[in-house]
């Protein structure tokens, strides 16, 4: 269901099943640079249905209009951390909300950029990067923007787990190896370039590594 968060910022919320065991694990979503469309709702209702987590997608671009990819590219820079992590958070709350004890935060592309951040605020257990950029890209660099092993080396800073394509250019061998000398578990997919797992319409899906890949996360989750 769609709804808006106190920010007016959108948000997917899925629920688990009426007969699902109360509590659970909840989840925070944050999606790619496209934001919120089918793709994640669908992604939300079945990690919901499967696994009995109850899941929140929330949208990067508070007013996303009609942007374009170039548009969203050049907005990257003016993006403030405090305004998506505090709809982040505010995700998390509003999933407390229906009983979860256990909060993480998963995120794809630059949203798994945005998981790595949200891995500094308190509020998840743990957090999954799938193929998220470990230092701010160049072109969005901007004084709204902090540094994503900034918020992994805070003191208690959630558990970590990053799933890396070897191929894929916005996370480079350098800043996957400081990623993982901070502590968190790097599963990498040699033959893989950036956006394997999530969206099966990608020219750079690989269905065996998505696989393999989710179940992994999911045990991570789990445990």
């Known amino acids: 269901?769609?709804?808006?968060?106190?920010?007016?910022?959108?948000?997917?919320l899925a629920l688990p099943p009426p007969d699902s065991a109360p509590g659970g694990r909840g989840v925070v979503v944050a999606p790619d640079i496209f934001g919120l469309r089918p793709l994640f709702d669908d992604l939300g209702s079945h990690l919901a249905s499967i696994h009995g987590w109850t899941v929140c997608a929330v949208e990067p671009f508070p007013d996303p209009g009609d942007l374009s990819?170039?548009?969203?590219?050049?907005?990257?820079?003016?993006?403030?951390?405090?305004?998506y992590l505090g709809d982040v958070e505010a995700?998390?709350?509003l999933v407390a909300g229906y009983g979860p004890t256990r909060i993480g935060v998963i995120g794809f592309c630059m949203g798994?950029?945005?998981?790595?951040?949200?891995?500094?605020?308190?509020c998840f257990d743990r957090v999954v990067a799938f193929y998220g950029m470990?230092?701010?890209?160049?072109?969005?660099?901007?004084?709204?923007?902090?540094?994503?092993?900034?918020?992994?080396?805070?003191p208690g800073a959630s558990e970590v787990m990053a799933i890396i394509g070897g191929m894929d250019h916005w996370t480079p061998p350098a800043d996957v190896d400081a990623l993982q000398a901070m502590g968190a578990q790097v599963?990498?997919?040699?033959?893989?370039?950036?956006?394997?797992?999530?969206?099966?319409?990608?020219?750079?899906?690989?269905?065996e590594d998505a696989a393999d890949a989710w179940k992994r996360v999911?045990?991570?989750?789990?445990?």
Not at 195 to 202: A, E, N
Request: hydrophobic share 35%.
């Open 1 to 12: 269901m769609r709804l808006l968060l106190p920010s007016g910022t959108p948000c997917e």
């Open 134 to 154: 470990i230092r701010v890209p160049e072109q969005w660099k901007g004084p709204g923007q902090g540094e994503p092993l900034d918020a992994v080396a805070k």
């Open 69 to 83: 990819l170039d548009d969203r590219f050049a907005e990257m820079s003016r993006i403030d951390d405090s305004d």
């Open 91 to 93: 995700a998390a709350e």
């Open 112 to 122: 798994g950029m945005y998981a790595l951040k949200a891995a500094g605020l308190g």
């Open 218 to 223: 999911e045990a991570f989750l789990n445990t």
């Open 187 to 207: 599963v990498r997919y040699p033959e893989a370039d950036h956006g394997f797992v999530h969206d099966p319409s990608r020219p750079t899906h690989r269905a």
